[in-house]
């Protein structure tokens, strides 16, 4: 194994990060049983934030892409729909967290 660091350009770094993105994607569709409010605790963004993050890349690129178009493409589907398959209501104790760390969202 070499000890250099690999080239790479600017097309196959956008390459890599667009194939990385989709394999996150693919990990939150199935993982369902990670609820949103969980992401937000543990790690500051969940699924709304990357569906609005991809609406705001979207934008600069002068595409102007729905808030609910962005949720289906991050969900896999409309997100009213997998929220009555997959979201449940956040006890007493997430809510807590996640109001304690707000400022940091």
Known sequence: MSDQKPE??????????????RRLLAHLRGRTDVQNIDLMNLAGFCRNCLSNWYRDAAGEKGVDLSRE????????????????????????GQKAVFEANKPAH
């Open 8 to 21: 790479i350009d600017e097309a196959m770094r956008t390459e890599l990060e667009a194939a990385t993105f």
């Open 69 to 92: 178009d962005a949720r289906e493409i991050v969900y896999g589907m409309p997100y009213d729909e997998w929220k009555a398959k997959h979201q449940s209501a956040a006890d007493a």
